[in-house]
């Protein structure tokens, strides 16, 4: 069951960051946001659901939520770090 909530959060944090405009991972699929936010939303909820079922209601929650946050915070950097090694500039 923790698997679950984990893997959950972690798509669920993929799709929303897929969904916005300035990701640069996959270009092409924000032609799809809305398909990718209905299905980040229901990751979510599975999350959620995984989660409070294994550790109860309080603890279920913040476990969930905080592991979509780690997801939502880190893609970002680890975007920008990828795209710093395919541009191979030189700065001097």
Known sequence: MTFLYLMSSLLAGLGFYLATAHQQF????????RLLRTGAWLCTLLALFGA????????????????V????????YLDAGLQGLRRKRHVG
């Open 26 to 33: 996959m270009p092409g699929l924000r032609a799809q946001a």
């Open 52 to 67: 409070i079922r294994l550790l109860g209601v309080w603890a279920g929650v913040f476990a969930a939520l905080t592991a």
């Open 69 to 76: 946050m780690l997801v939502a915070v880190l893609l970002p």
